[in-house]
């Protein structure tokens, strides 16, 4: 028992904590700022892991991982600028979408190893950040996301305009903006997030493996619909999955007689109780209409 | 409201689903590539089909160990071989069938994950044979005449690299990380800590799994985090038995320059700084065996186990990984698999 409370309140393991939340949480505010201006998010599956092939591939060609994180950012904003034509000019149904751009992304990652490397699961490898925390730039982005975009979407024009696309579209019209714009704007913006998340996948590792994102995106966008939609509640929510899944790497090494698999659980049961007692908050009013 | 649209939204957007599907459908079309290859000697006119687990067949592991003895196998043999490489999970009873309509004398599923596959195709196509890697039947499935189960003794190959963990170890913490929870992975584990503490009885070994669904074989971002946590708690050296999740454990293993243990095929080159060994399965030579049973018509149903006396398992120790395996340590390991053949050491498996 001291050795797990000697490993937990350690600095090794705020670090953990850290460094597993970056993707959730990059990835969660990406859904939040494209969610509350109104468009679905269910491809951020799509973006984390199209990010992280991208970021690995530039990374390696490039032999810089700054460049690969630029490239893991483009391919979140390619997916969300897809995604977003769907939705906002063809008119797509808006979960379709995403699932589809889901599957997308499992398969087209593949394909893209096998096109661009021969490779079937693995790309080559790539400069790696590893487990440092100060140093990762990815890391940084976060923190500064996590600061800046509450104050961004309260203050800030474009973050008016984008809440006002996804609560009330009409006044938007009536002063004369598009809604289509603001939200073609936050998808983005969120796009770049998820793919900055997916890039710290890779980066981290110093590599892309195929479905490496493990539905880290659709816990994301549980945890956007947990913190009701506002970015630093949902990058606090992640927080707290990351805590959960690094204190179950705690239990282990640490042989408490508890079974890691319960541990494991953590996050989703306090998910659901936390949903439960929370009083629910109302989506965005025209979240998925156009 | 805003915009103007030229079709109606349904319409729009059940063309839009149509392209989707079509280019979702070429994609996964593109990802099962069917390859043929041809034939000489003995095995002419005999087809042996495999079909790769979700890894595929450059994997650097597992996969790529059983590719290795299917081209062996097309070489020496001359038998003809088709491969395919599903993209999903849900394609691999597809993929399978496909071979059994196509009346393959022998086809191959890589990993355990095919059993309930290999179980209703066997039962199916009583004329077609079939071979499991891994395999262990299910729950009421008895013995199929047409079913081999081509299973690995790991846990004495384990036992070795454990001794070399156990050897080599400063810290007296050794570290392991395994992927999903399944008794098969847990096999490595208790071969492993078996092996450290019969050369090292003070020994600590930390073990921590990656999870229990098949993801837990993909997902390297929590190998880092497992084995980062297990060279925080002092180990020195971390073998791993877990998929693509183990490029994570190499990863902080590189950082670190500290030191690690490969699984299934020779990892070296995934940390040339780093992995001191590797505990290898032979995928190969099972493969080949089997090819060869089927050409002289001497293919049984059931399990077929290979252990350290049949070469399906052992360690890697040659010039690459010299500097970090003194000659001592294999010597001293290379006399515990020799009394594990003899029946001197009975390695436990759980």
């Known amino acids: ?290 | 409201m805003q915009g103007f649209r030229l079709l109606s939204p349904a319409v729009t957007a059940r063309r839009l689903i149509g392209i989707l599907l079509a280019i979702n459908a070429l994609l996964l079309g593109v990802g099962a590539v069917i390859v043929p290859s041809s034939a000489r000697e003995q095995g002419k006119g005999v087809h042996v089909g495999l079909v790769f687990d979700i890894g595929g067949k450059n994997d650097k592991s597992f996969n790529e160990a059983a590719w290795r003895g299917l081209m062996r196998a097309q070489a020496e043999l001359g038998v003809e071989t088709r491969f395919i490489e599903p993209t999903e999970g849900s394609d691999r009873e597809s993929a399978l069938r496909t071979l059994a309509t196509k009346k393959f004398d022998l086809i191959i599923g890589v990993g355990f994950i095919f059993g309930p596959d290999l179980e209703r195709l066997a039962r199916q196509f009583p004329d077609v044979k079939f071979a499991g890697i891994d395999y262990s039947p299910s729950e009421g499935v008895g013995t199929l005449p047409n079913l081999a189960g081509l299973r690995f003794r790991e846990h004495e190959g384990s036992f070795l690299v454990g001794a070399i963990a156990g050897l080599v170890t400063r810290t007296k913490v050794v570290g392991f990380v395994g992927g999903m929870k399944i008794p098969l992975i847990h096999k490595f584990e208790v071969g492993y800590a078996a092996g450290v503490h019969r050369v090292c009885p003070a020994c600590r070994v930390v073990a921590a799994y990656a999870g229990t669904e098949p993801k837990a074989f993909a997902d390297p971002s929590l190998g880092q985090e497992l084995a980062a946590a297990q060279y925080g708690q002092g180990a020195d050296i971390i073998f791993h038995a877990s998929g693509k999740t183990g490029d994570g454990v190499f990863a902080a293993a590189r950082q670190r320059g500290a030191r690690a243990i490969g699984v299934d095929s020779d990892q070296f080159d995934a940390a040339p700084c780093c992995v001191v060994t590797s505990m290898v399965k032979r995928v190969d030579v099972a493969v080949v065996d089997i090819v060869k049973d089927v050409i002289a018509g001497k293919f049984r149903g059931g399990i077929h186990e290979l252990g350290l006396a049949e070469h399906g398992v052992g360690f890697v120790a040659d010039e690459r990984n010299r500097s970090m395996l003194p000659i001592d340590v294999v010597e001293k390991v290379n006399a515990l698999a020799e009394q594990i053949i003899a029946g001197k050491i009975r390695v436990p498996s759980e």
């Open chain 1, 1 to 290: 028992m001291t050795q797990l409370l000697t490993t937990v309140f350690s600095l090794a393991f705020v670090a953990q904590v850290l460094r597993i939340a970056v993707p959730y949480a990059l990835a969660a505010m990406g859904g939040a700022v494209t969610e509350r201006s109104g468009v679905i998010d269910l491809a951020l599956e799509a973006k984390l892991l199209f990010g992280a092939f991208a970021a690995a591939a530039v990374g390696h060609v490039t032999d810089s991982a700054l460049l690969g994180l630029a490239g893991g950012i483009a391919a979140g904003v390619a997916v969300a600028a897809i995604q977003a034509g769907c939705a906002l000019v063809l008119y797509a149904d808006q979960v379709i979408i995403g699932i589809a751009l889901n599957v997308i992304a499992t398969a087209g990652t593949r394909f893209l190893l096998q096109i661009l490397f021969h490779e079937g699961a693995n790309s080559p490898p790539c400069p790696a950040y590893g487990d440092a925390v100060l140093t990762n730039p990815i890391v940084w982005l976060a923190v500064i996301a996590t600061a800046v975009l509450p104050f961004a979407l309260r203050r800030t024009r474009w973050g008016l305009r984008l809440r006002a696309a996804g609560d009330r579209p009409d006044a938007l019209i009536a002063v004369g903006a598009s809604p289509r714009r603001a939200r073609f704007a936050a998808a983005l913006v969120g796009g770049a997030l998820a793919g900055a998340g997916g890039a710290q996948l890779s980066l981290a590792v110093g590599g892309f493996t195929a479905d490496m994102s493990s539905s880290r995106g659709y816990i994301a966008l549980v945890m956007v619909i947990l913190a009701g939609w506002r970015p630093a509640r949902a990058v606090l929510a992640c927080l707290g999955v990351a805590a959960a899944e690094a204190l179950s790497i705690a239990f282990q090494i640490t042989d408490i007689a508890v079974p890691s698999e319960l541990v494991g659980l953590l996050p989703y049961v306090t998910t659901l109780v936390v949903l439960m007692i929370v009083v629910a908050r109302r989506p965005p009013a025209s979240l998925g209409r156009v």
